[in-house]
Structure formats: structure tokens, C-alpha cells
């Protein structure tokens, strides 16, 4: 039997059993990461290889370097995934694979790795769309999750708001116009002088400062749900040259914090209000931005106040992990959501 007709029929039993163990690789920015899961909601063992400190002194990802690294990390990152669930490649019924999006040279890593192992091991091959996972991170977080909710994944690529109606079946309520969550929050740090990724810095310098010091404008979109950041950073940074210009002290706390505030109250304020007009009952968050803790504690509240229920993963499943692809390939697997060998990278691949 050739590779296509086995893996056929080994998927179509796995719907049957609603059973799977996989093996899942991303690769797609700056995180090496393989894990295994269990059934969609089990985590048997997650590995993270994190390229941040090369990437620091650039104040960036840079691409090249990336892809450089993945290609070193991926092996033995799957090999250690394997080691600490005690287990071998003939042990997993599957292999999943971010395969967008993200950086193309970085996904094509992932995306080869899982082929040869696919192919290798004759077990079928999931692909897996970079923020499904994000959305899907809350399953393993939540055992008793299911759609449909509404989740705001805020990434450092992405911000939308997105109903989730099934697995697998979403609808776009709103996303940003301009700058992601993330990247403004890394613009905004690095404006202060804090290395890149400065997000999490930022959030923890906001904890000492005061966050009416600054007044940042209300920014206006033209979509009820939309987002945009990039005049709250422009704001931000022009507050930051003028105190420099006239050579006076840059309260970096204060200026942090009164940032982090305008920020999550606009995300905040717009996922809510998507939530309640579309009758949702349960809010979740995703992306590294869901790992802010001025976002967290918002959110909390606010939902709180509109009587809806908030779920969000720990902050270890927030940031980009292997897990949470894990979560959403069971899901793909059983609606017999597999790919063949010609899978492709695809960098700018969409959720909706
Ligand atoms: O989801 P993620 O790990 O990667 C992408 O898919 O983009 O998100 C990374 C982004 C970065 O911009 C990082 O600065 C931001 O999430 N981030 C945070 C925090 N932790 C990570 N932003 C604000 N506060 C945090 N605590
Ligand atoms: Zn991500």
C-alpha cells in the first residue's frame, strides 16, 4: 500500500476511535517548539526552544537568522519532546505542522521536518494554521471548552476578534487596521530603551508607574469591532522625543503604564462589546498579548460586570508553543483534515 492510501485509511480509523496522540512542530517566528498531545486537550510533553537572545541585539526577528536556527533546533527539539513523554515516533498516530502564518523561511523548517517525519514513520500529516492554535491553546487550558465563544487573539502579528461557531469554523468580527497588538506594544518598548520583545518589560514597568500620567488619544475606527494602534504608538513616541528634545527626564513607568492602559482598554472595550452584541456567553483570550496582565485583570472585570464567562490559557500557552498546534490538529484530523507531501509553506495564510 502506498503512503496516501495508508494514511487514508489510518485517519479514518482515528475519526472512528476519536482517539489521536500527535506529534506537533511550529516554527513560524522565532520559537522552536515541538509537543505531544493527547486527544486535543492532553499535553504529554511540550518543548520550547527560544531564539529571543539572538535576535535581541538586533531589536528584531531577523528573518535569515531564523531560519538558520530552526534548522539546528528542529531535531533535537523533537527528539527531547519524544524523550520526555517517554515514547518513540511509532507511538504517535500523527505528525501536525504550523504551516502559516508566519516567516516563510521559518515555516518551510517546520513544514520539511514534519514531511520527513510523515513520511518516515507512514503516519498522516495535519496542517495546522499558526492562529488556530493560538485559539486552540484554550481547549487544553479549558477541558471543558467548546464552541461556540468569542476570542480575542492578540499576537504580535495579529489582533482580531473572532466568533469560534465550531471547531474549526470561525467568523471574523473584527481585526486591526493597521499595527498588531504585539507590535505596538514592542514599538512602544523600544521607544523606552527596552530590548526586544520589549511587550513583556513593558507590562512589567507599568506595575510602578501611573497610568493617567499620560494623556493618549481615543483612537476612532471605522469598524465597530476594528482596531488600530499605530496613533496610540505615534503618540506615544512623539510625547518620548519631545520630553528628550527639551531635555527633560523620561518617566518610562508612568509613560509604560499609561500606554499599557490606552491599549487594553481598547482591546478590551471592543471584544466585550463583540461578545455581548453577537449573544456570547464565553470570552477567550489568545496570543502573547492575552499573556499581559493589565489585559488579564481588564478583561476580568469587564466581563465580569456583562455577565460573561472569561477563559484564557496560562501565559505559557499564550506566547507561540507547539501544544496548542497539537490541540487544533486533533480537531482537523477528525473532520479527515490531513495533507499530502506537496504541502506548501504559506506565509500569509488566513484564519477566515
Ligand atoms: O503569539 P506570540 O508569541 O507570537 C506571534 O504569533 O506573534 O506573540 C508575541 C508578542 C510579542 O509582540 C510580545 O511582545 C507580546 O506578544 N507579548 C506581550 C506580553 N507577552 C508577550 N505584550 C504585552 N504584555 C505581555 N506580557
Ligand atoms: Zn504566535
Given at each position: 500500500m502506498n503512503y496516501e492510501q495508508s494514511v487514508r485509511e489510518q485517519t479514518e480509523k482515528l475519526q472512528a476511535a476519536g482517539h489521536a496522540t500527535i506529534l506537533a512542530i511550529e516554527s513560524s517566528c522565532d520559537e522552536t517548539a515541538a509537543a505531544i498531545v493527547r486527544d486535543?486537550?492532553?499535553?504529554?510533553s511540550s518543548v520550547i526552544s527560544s531564539q529571543i537572545p539572538l535576535h535581541a541585539m538586533y531589536g528584531g526577528v531577523v528573518p535569515e537568522i531564523a531560519s538558520r536556527k530552526h534548522v539546528e533546533s528542529v531535531d533535537p527539539v523533537v527528539d527531547e519532546c519524544l524523550k520526555k513523554a517517554d515514547m518513540?515516533?511509532?507511538?504517535?498516530d500523527a505528525i501536525a505542522v504550523t504551516?502559516?502564518?508566519?516567516?516563510v523561511g521559518a515555516l518551510l523548517i517546520g513544514v520539511s521536518a514534519a514531511k520527513a517525519l510523515a513520511y518516515a514513520a507512514g503516519k498522516p500529516l495535519i496542517p495546522v494554521n499558526h492562529i488556530e492554535g493560538h485559539v486552540s491553546a484554550n481547549y487544553i487550558a479549558h477541558k471543558d471548552l467548546e464552541p461556540p465563544f468569542v476570542c480575542l487573539v492578540a499576537s504580535g502579528g495579529h489582533s482580531h476578534i473572532v466568533r469560534?461557531?465550531?471547531?474549526?469554523v470561525y467568523t471574523l468580527l473584527g481585526q486591526t487596521m493597521d499595527d498588531a497588538a504585539g507590535e505596538a506594544f514592542d514599538k512602544a518598548a523600544r521607544v523606552l530603551?527596552?530590548?526586544?520583545?520589549?511587550g513583556p518589560l513593558l507590562d512589567k514597568l507599568s506595575r510602578?508607574?501611573?497610568?493617567?500620567?499620560l494623556k493618549l488619544p481615543h483612537v476612532q475606527t471605522p469598524g465597530r469591532y476594528d482596531y488600530s494602534f499605530s496613533g496610540l504608538k505615534t503618540a506615544l513616541i512623539n510625547t518620548v522625543h519631545k520630553l528628550r528634545q527639551n531635555g527633560q527626564d523620561v518617566p518610562a513607568a508612568d509613560i509604560a503604564a499609561s500606554f499599557q492602559h490606552a491599549a487594553v482598554e481598547l482591546l478590551s472595550d471592543k471584544a466585550v462589546l463583540a461578545a455581548k452584541e453577537s449573544g456570547a456567553k464565553i470570552v477567550t483570550l489568545a496570543g502573547g498579548?492575552?499573556?499581559n496582565s493589565g489585559l488579564r485583570n481588564t478583561m476580568n472585570d469587564k466581563c465580569q460586570k456583562a455577565g460573561i464567562r472569561l477563559m484564557m490559557p496560562p501565559p505559557v500557552l499564550c506566547t507561540d508553543n507547539a501544544a496548542m498546534i497539537g490541540s487544533a490538529a486533533f480537531y482537523r484530523l477528525m473532520r479527515g483534515e490531513i495533507a499530502g507531501l506537496d504541502l506548501n509553506a504559506t506565509p500569509s495564510l488566513r484564519l477566515v
Open positions: 486535543g486537550r492532553e499535553v504529554v518513540t515516533l511509532a507511538d504517535v504551516y502559516g502564518p508566519g516567516l469560534v461557531d465550531d471547531y474549526g530603551g527596552l530590548p526586544y520583545p520589549g510602578e508607574g501611573n497610568l493617567h500620567a498579548v492575552a499573556s
